[in-house]
């Protein structure tokens, strides 16, 4: 079965991006059903993504981007985004997703140490972009804007998509790069994670054999393509393999959410558990389904939520575990051919191509069935492993291998039944996961003593039904400052507007100091129990130092 991956195109020499993802198929082939935030759908082929990224790529070369450079785009989910995508592989350059809910602040951090050269955004997305006090000072990148309304300097998208295509193919290699992501931590800012060609052979891989995805499906991954899940999985592995994705414009809803799976009849859907847990929390409104695979990434997945996807959908949703530096690895198969039982609360089993063990806390060995240990991957009996380290970060490269480079360690705990089944433990690390998205809490905790009134911070997560973790902020105040529900909203604000909307802290405390160990270092376990004994800082009313 690997031996198909050994032989994939994307580990020829000669390996194009573009012509891998779209010219090597059946022009009149579907390539995405796209629901705009009016509701109405429209069906892009490959010739027409073809054509259109191909008088895009031409555009784009009349800026100066070619190999190797870095594109950004700041845009939702539709047509002109992932005709901008393929439009930047024709070139070999590389590509770098911003999510639509990240602030300025994250923008411009992100944008600067790519060093990106053009970046194409929506015109709602636009003021993001401006030289400011977030953003910091004059940008050095060219905008092209996707809207009739251009800022001074800008390039208008549709006229880039005017020109012949003259540009022809790029090809980079199996080892050249076509994505840029970062990814958080729990110190530091965020590291650039590479992501080469040859990682395509992984993500065909979690498409066919994790998710199942057939010729006849209806696929809908709800994933932002912001985001490295719903990038590798919505967009680039249906590309590969020719297979038709759903992509809805429109921000997550329960209501749409029901209606794109009745009025498109999906058949295979994947989401995060906070999903599946909206959905379960809404009831379902009348009419039948066609779903026959669902899958849960991106956090733990509970089993009652299972349970219900059972009695709901008449299918049992199958977790799966991965990462950005790895794709995925491991999860309950939906391919016949590695299909087992679903063990619910586990994480299921490796896929084709990776081999996953648990190493003791203390050293470098393999633990018995059912001891917990960090969880990591055998990189020389893993012939789809493609993350050899961080971008410019070789201190927190060193982190994530063991000494003599056998050994990837994920940062999560976990262990490993009798039957070859993982299940996960905690992380080892305290990187935030709420609603399926990673936030490090160094990056909150960054914004929030931008504040004048804030002389520390630290940044906790706590257990959430519906989004299975949410911030709470320790804030320790200069002297003469008083707490009140204004300044709650100032700091929540604040987060909102400069790292992202989807980030702030619903909790805030404000405390006379922060526990921290001789060495200096805030004791964030000290903080989780705190947090759960005390009752949160309403947003409505004064909050007291505790």
């Not at 785009?73 to 911003?98: F, I, N």
Request: hydrophobic share 40%.
């Amino acid at each position: 079965m690997i031996d198909d991956y050994r032989e994939h195109p994307s580990g020829l020499p000669g390996a194009c991006v573009a012509e891998l993802l779209c010219d090597r198929h059946d022009p009149a082939s579907v390539a995405f059903t796209v629901r705009g935030r009016d509701g109405l759908s429209a069906d892009l082929t490959y010739g027409e993504l073809h054509d259109r990224s191909a008088r895009l790529a031409s555009g784009l070369a009349s800026l100066g981007v070619g190999r190797g450079d870095h594109v950004a785009t700041l845009m939702s989910k539709g047509l002109d985004l992932v005709t901008t995508l393929l439009a930047v592989w024709r070139l070999g350059a590389v590509y770098l997703p911003l999510f639509t809910a990240f602030g300025p602040g994250a923008v411009g951090d992100r944008l600067r140490r790519a060093n990106v050269r053009v970046v194409v955004c929506d015109e709602h997305e636009r003021h993001k972009l401006e030289p400011g006090t977030e953003l910091g000072g004059r940008p050095s990148w060219r905008v092209v804007n996707t809207g009739g309304t251009l800022c001074d300097g800008d390039v208008r998208f549709a006229d880039l998509l005017h020109g012949p295509p003259t540009t022809a193919p790029v090809a980079v290699g199996p080892d050249g790069p076509m994505i840029v992501l970062f990814t958080s931590g729990t110190t530091g800012r965020p590291k650039e994670v590479q992501v080469p060609v040859r990682a395509l052979a992984s993500f065909e891989c979690y498409l066919t054999y994790g998710l199942g995805v057939t010729g006849d499906d209806v696929y809908w991954n709800v994933a932002d393509p912001g985001w490295a899940y719903g990038l590798y999985n919505a967009v680039v592995a249906p590309l590969l393999v020719g297979r038709r994705s759903v992509l809805v414009a429109s921000k997550f809803t329960v209501e749409e959410t029901w209606r794109v799976l009745a009025e498109y009849g999906v058949t295979n859907l994947a989401a995060t558990p906070t999903v599946f847990r909206a959905l379960r929390a809404s009831g379902r409104p009348g009419g039948d389904l066609a779903l026959r695979r669902v899958s849960s990434a991106g956090e733990p997945l509970n089993p009652d939520v299972v349970e219900w996807s059972r009695r709901e959908f008449g299918t049992a949703i199958r977790d799966h575990y991965g990462q950005t530096e790895l794709g995925m690895v491991l999860g309950n198969h939906h391919h016949p051919a590695v299909s087992r039982e679903i063990r619910p609360g586990s994480m299921g089993q490796e896929l084709p191509g990776w081999t996953a063990a648990v190493l003791a806390e203390d050293r470098d060995e393999v633990v018995g069935p059912d001891q917990i240990g960090r969880l990591v991957i055998d990189v020389r009996a893993s012939p789809l492993m493609w993350f050899e380290g961080y971008r410019n970060d070789p201190r927190a490269t060193a982190e994530r291998f063991s000494r003599d480079r056998r050994w990837y360690v994920t940062g999560d705990l976990a262990r490993r039944d009798g039957d070859g089944y993982f299940h996960f433990s905690s992380r080892d690390d305290d990187v935030i996961i709420m609603a399926g998205y990673r936030i490090g809490p160094f990056d909150v905790e960054s914004v929030l003593l931008n504040h004048p009134a804030v002389v520390e911070a630290a940044c906790v997560s706590t257990a959430d039904d519906l989004r299975g973790e949410v911030i709470e902020a320790f804030v320790v105040l200069r002297t003469a400052v008083e707490p009140s529900a204004e300044l709650v909203n100032h700091l929540q604000g604040l987060v909102r507007n400069q790292y992202g909307a989807h980030a702030y802290p619903r909790r805030v405390h404000f405390v006379d100091e922060l526990p921290k160990t001789e060495s200096g270092k805030i004791q964030r376990a000290a903080l989780r129990m705190r947090a759960a004994e005390q009752q949160p800082v309403p947003a409505d009313s004064a909050s007291r130092r505790s």
